[in-house]
């Protein structure tokens, strides 16, 4: 049974920073994409930055390059995502999610939802002016 579990979500004002975590329980990092998607309120999920765990190649959104940051620490399973100079369009429910179907090389698509199965329970974080 593969379970994501996210953490580190809150409320920050703008400029501040904030870092989330996710880690995967029930199999190990090998292969696979690690993404981090978000959802603001009456709009689609979309996906912000993911990585390649066997390369750490890593891909960004445009709104969030320069930013963000996705890493990883395979001997705990996790990926963060560092969250910096944030705004508050920033503000969403962000979820984790992992995939081992995903193209190691079409790193274009590593945040495109429909390439994950698994997804955490989301963490929320708001951006106030």
């Known amino acids: 049974q593969v379970q994501l579990v996210e953490s580190g979500g809150g409320s920050v004002q703008t400029g501040g920073s904030l870092r989330l975590s996710c880690t995967v329980f029930?199999?190990?990092?090998?292969?696979?994409?690690m993404g981090w998607f978000r959802q603001a309120p009456g709009k689609e999920r979309e996906g912000v930055a993911a990585?390649?765990?066997?390369?750490?190649?890593?891909y960004y959104d445009d709104s969030v390059k320069g930013r963000f940051t996705i890493s990883q620490d395979n001997a705990k399973n996790t990926v963060y995502l560092q969250m910096n100079s944030l705004k508050p369009e920033d503000t969403a429910m962000y979820y984790c999610?992992?995939?081992?179907?995903?193209?190691?090389?079409?790193?274009?698509?590593?945040?495109?939802?429909?390439?994950?199965?698994?997804w955490g329970q989301g963490t929320q974080v708001t951006v106030s002016s």
């Open positions: 999610a992992a995939s081992w179907r995903c193209s190691r090389f079409d790193y274009r698509r590593w945040v495109k939802a429909d390439q994950y199965n698994y």
């Open positions: 029930g199999v190990a990092f090998s292969s696979n994409c």
């Open positions: 990585l390649y765990t066997d390369t750490s190649r890593t």
